[in-house]
C-alpha cells in the first residue's frame, strides 16, 4: 500500500531498543464485507462479546505477568540508584514491560482486524474509561483491557476499508432487557440477564451487545441534524484514537 510519508521519528524506549517510525496518509481500499453491522459490549470477564454471540477472551497479560515481574522490580529497589547494577535492573524490569506491551499490542491488532475485516459499520459503547479506572479494585484490570486503545484500532481499521465505527450513549445498556426494553438492575456479580417481565435469559455481555446494536442503529435512522454531536463521530474521542487515516509502520533498526 502506497501513501505520502508525513512524518518521521525515532523513539527510544527504556528497554534500551528505538524505532524509526513512519506516519503516511494513504487512500481508504474500501472492500466486501460478509456482514452489515455489530454491537459490541467490552468487558473483563469477556474482552468483547459481540451481538451475534461471538466472544473475544480477554488474555490478561499484565495479570498473568504480574509474579515474574515481581522478582525484577524487587531486585531494582534493592540495587543504589544510579549505579551500574541498578541501570541493568531498571532495562531488565522496562524490557518485561514492553514485551508485555507488545503481545498486548499484538492481540488488539489481530482482534480488532477480524471485527474490521468482518462488519461495515460496529457499535461499541462510548465509554469514560478515565473515570472508570477511579474504581481501584478494577483499575489495574481495566488498564491491563486497553479498551481505549482496542476502540481506536477498529475506528482506523474500518475507514480504511471504507466502513465506520460509532460510539453510543452506554446509560443503561447492561441494565436494560434487549427484549421488551425494560431495567432490569443487577450488580458486577450476577452474570445473567433475567427478565421478570418478558422471561428473556441470556448471558449479560450479550444482552448489552444487543441494546448497543439496537441504540446504534436508531442513530443511523435519525437524520445528521438531529442527532447530538457526540453521536455523530464515527471514530473515538482524539484523546484515545489511532489516526483515522494514517497508516504508522514501524521498524526496529537498533538496540
Not at 525484577?72 to 506491551?101: C, D, F, M, Y
Not at 440477564?193 to 418478558?198: E, F, T
Not at 437524520?223 to 454531536?229: A, I, L, N, Q, T
Request: hydrophobic share 30%; proline share 6%; glycine share 6%.
Amino acid at each position: 500500500m502506497e501513501g505520502e510519508v508525513k512524518t518521521f521519528t525515532v523513539k527510544w524506549y527504556p528497554s534500551g531498543r528505538w524505532y524509526a517510525c513512519f506516519s503516511c496518509v494513504v487512500e481508504a481500499q474500501p472492500r466486501d464485507k460478509p456482514f452489515e453491522d455489530a454491537g459490541i459490549d467490552v468487558g473483563l470477564n469477556n474482552y468483547a462479546v459481540l451481538n451475534d454471540g461471538t466472544r473475544v477472551k480477554n488474555p490478561r497479560l499484565y495479570r498473568k505477568s504480574e509474579k515474574g515481574l515481581a522478582r525484577p522490580q524487587r531486585r531494582l529497589t534493592r540495587k543504589e540508584r544510579g549505579s551500574l547494577n541498578w541501570v541493568k535492573a531498571k532495562t531488565r524490569v522496562a524490557q518485561l514491560h514492553e514485551r508485555i506491551q507488545n503481545r498486548r499490542n499484538d492481540f488488539l491488532h489481530k482482534a480488532s482486524r477480524r471485527i474490521a475485516d468482518t462488519y461495515e459499520t460496529v457499535y461499541v459503547e462510548d465509554l469514560k474509561i478515565g473515570s472508570m479506572v477511579k474504581n481501584h479494585c478494577l483499575a489495574k484490570s481495566i488498564s491491563d483491557a486497553g479498551w481505549s486503545r482496542f476502540i481506536g484500532m477498529i475506528a482506523y481499521k474500518e475507514e480504511e476499508s471504507g466502513g465506520q465505527l460509532i460510539q453510543v450513549n452506554p446509560r443503561v445498556t447492561t441494565q436494560a432487557c434487549s427484549g421488551c426494553g425494560e431495567t432490569v438492575p443487577k450488580d458486577l456479580s450476577r452474570r445473567t440477564h433475567r427478565c421478570p417481565i418478558c422471561g428473556q435469559v441470556m448471558d449479560r455481555d450479550l444482552n448489552a451487545a444487543l441494546n448497543v446494536l439496537a441504540r446504534g442503529r436508531e442513530i443511523q435512522r435519525e437524520p445528521p441534524e438531529s442527532r447530538p454531536v457526540e453521536e455523530m463521530t464515527s471514530t473515538p474521542p482524539e484523546a484515545v484514537q489511532a489516526p483515522p487515516v494514517n497508516q504508522e509502520a514501524s521498524l526496529l533498526v537498533g538496540r
